[in-house]
């Protein structure tokens, strides 16, 4: 039997996204973070075997990283990891095991846009999102099931202390606070990954994957998509995945876009009251299904987030906006003792501002400086937003069909806008898991954006 060099890379790419998503659970039963290594070792495959089935391919600079506007974002991008964290390693501020650790969660993922935006077919593009949505779907069934153990049933599982143990390990290696929220009786899950945000953004990632290869006809099964990948949510309790889910939902799935041109579409008004009406029906039954204890823990812990968010209660009096104020007062209090960090940031070490914590969009400007960071913001702004016409332009509203023109394009733009809400409270954009699928959508709109058979648009 002859193996075909591309059903080999298919077979790769399926292994990559698993053990790319799975990546920190290896990593719990190995005892050691070298599992994280794996994905990218069969990248290396993927390259080598895309090299010797393409002899006469050059593979250019230009192929591989473009002259246009992403391009030399990436460039920048990188120049800012090595010198920053080649620098910081030379004056001793971080160790050589540090940078080696930077190197692998910072620089291997831009291997996924080199690959996709122009070596991939087609047909790996759509198994890379088929094999997100199956590890979302063990992600989001563990990460129910757990809340439900230590909510309901008060039981903490084998593999939450084990997670726990190795996190205690990793935080004393690098001298790092740990949250023993984990292994904590009647808190809520943190679920398979390395945090609660982590595993509820792995749910909406899914989810979005999921909308995006789902044709556009089969309303029912879209929308019971959306409510499955609702209820792992709501049960999982990572109040910024359901605030971040349900403004993607509303926005792309449900056309609330049309709100902002001053339209109301049936669409619209259509879906939201049947999800009005199912949640009402979840939360009216779910002390039967899950027990009186975990739908209360449920109810308090939406009212306490939201009471939080508008100000009216907060973790120890503050509110949401005030833990802002601090954060941001932190950082500028950061500026005045390296000031350099305000145009060119603190790297991507453990060196500068603490990282980890509750305003990601301060850790992020700590770690790009002021510049870069308001070029990629904008730049990813321009990204979706153009992304959109386009979509428009080809006059299917903002729902995807069969053509993986307008299937990748709606991917990459709720993903985008998930990094952009998630970044409002916890940075998940540099998460092992997740910065490879940051630069996969990249990859995707300088593939089909820029090469779009409607309209050729220069970024």
């Given at each position: 039997m002859v193996i075909k060099?591309?059903?080999?890379?298919?077979?790769?790419?399926?292994?990559?996204?698993?053990?790319?998503?799975?990546?920190f659970p290896l990593q719990v039963y190995v005892g050691n973070p070298y599992p994280s290594?794996?994905?990218?070792?069969?990248?290396?495959?993927?390259?080598?075997?895309?090299?010797?089935?393409?002899?006469?391919?050059?593979?250019?600079?230009?192929?591989?990283?473009?002259?246009?506007?992403?391009?030399?974002?990436?460039?920048?991008y990188l120049l800012l990891v090595f010198t920053q964290t080649i620098i910081q390693t030379f004056f001793g501020l971080i160790s050589p095991y540090e940078c080696f650790s930077v190197f692998i969660i910072y620089v291997f993922p831009v291997l996924f846009y080199c690959y996709f935006r122009q070596l991939a077919t087609e047909k790996e593009i759509?198994?890379?999102?088929?094999?997100?949505?199956?590890?979302?779907?063990?992600i989001g069934v563990y990460f129910a099931y757990e809340s439900y153990l230590k909510l309901s049933q008060f039981i903490i599982t084998d593999y939450a202390q084990r997670a726990f143990e190795y996190s205690q390990i990793r935080a004393n290696?690098?001298?790092?606070?740990?949250?023993?929220?984990?292994?904590?009786?009647?808190?809520?899950?943190?679920?398979?990954?390395?945090?609660?945000?982590?595993?509820?953004?792995?749910?909406?990632?899914?989810?979005?994957?999921?909308?995006?290869?789902?044709?556009?006809?089969?309303?029912?099964?879209?929308?019971?998509?959306?409510?499955?990948?609702?209820?792992?949510?709501?049960i999982s309790?990572?109040?910024?995945?359901?605030?971040?889910?349900?403004?993607?939902?509303?926005?792309i799935e449900f056309n609330g876009i049309s709100l902002f041109r001053f339209k109301i579409s049936f669409i619209f008004l259509r879906?939201?009251?049947?999800?009005?009406?199912?949640?009402?029906?979840?939360?009216?039954?779910?002390?039967?299904?899950?027990?009186?204890?975990?739908?209360?823990?449920?109810?308090?812990?939406?009212?306490?987030?939201?009471?939080?968010?508008?100000?009216?209660?907060?973790?120890?009096?503050?509110?949401?906006?005030e833990?802002?104020?601090?954060?941001?007062?932190?950082?500028?209090?950061?500026?005045?003792?390296?000031?350099h960090s305000l145009l060119i940031g603190d790297g991507f070490s453990s060196f500068g501002l603490k990282k980890g914590g509750d305003i990601g969009f301060v850790e992020s400007l700590a770690k790009f400086g002021l510049p870069y960071f308001i070029a990629l913001i904008y730049g990813i702004y321009v990204l979706i937003f153009r992304s959109l016409k386009e979509i428009r332009l080809s006059k299917i509203g903002t729902i995807s069909t069969s053509d993986m023109n307008l299937i990748s394009l709606q991917f990459a733009i709720p993903f985008m806008m998930l990094i952009f809400i998630s970044d409002i409270h916890?940075?998940?954009?540099s998460s092992k898991s997740i910065l490879p699928i940051f630069f996969f959508s990249l990859a995707l709109f300088d593939r089909y954006l820029n090469r779009s058979p409607n309209k050729k648009i220069n970024l």
């Open positions: 060099f591309s059903d080999l890379k298919e077979f790769l790419w399926g292994l990559i996204i698993i053990t790319m998503a799975l990546s290594l794996l994905p990218y070792i069969l990248v290396g495959f993927v390259f080598l075997i895309t090299g010797s089935s393409y002899r006469t391919m050059r593979l250019s600079k230009e192929i591989m990283m473009p002259s246009n506007h992403i391009g030399l974002m990436i460039r920048i759509k198994l890379v999102m088929i094999m997100i949505i199956f590890s979302s779907l063990v290696n690098e001298s790092g606070d740990l949250n023993e929220a984990r292994i904590t009786m009647g808190f809520r899950s943190y679920g398979l990954l390395e945090s609660h945000s982590i595993s509820g953004a792995w749910i909406v990632i899914g989810a979005i994957a999921s909308l995006a290869l789902c044709n556009i006809n089969k309303k029912v099964f879209r929308f019971f998509i959306v409510i499955i990948y609702a209820l792992f949510l709501l309790l990572n109040f910024t995945a359901i605030v971040a889910f349900f403004l993607i939902i509303f926005l879906n939201s009251i049947i999800i009005i009406f199912l949640l009402y029906i979840f939360f009216w039954t779910s002390s039967y299904i899950l027990g009186q204890k975990m739908s209360d823990y449920i109810s308090n812990n939406l009212i306490a987030q939201t009471d939080s968010i508008l100000g009216t209660l907060g973790r120890e009096n503050i509110s949401y906006l833990i802002i104020f601090i954060n941001i007062k932190g950082y500028f209090n950061h500026i005045l003792m390296i000031p916890y940075s998940i954009w």
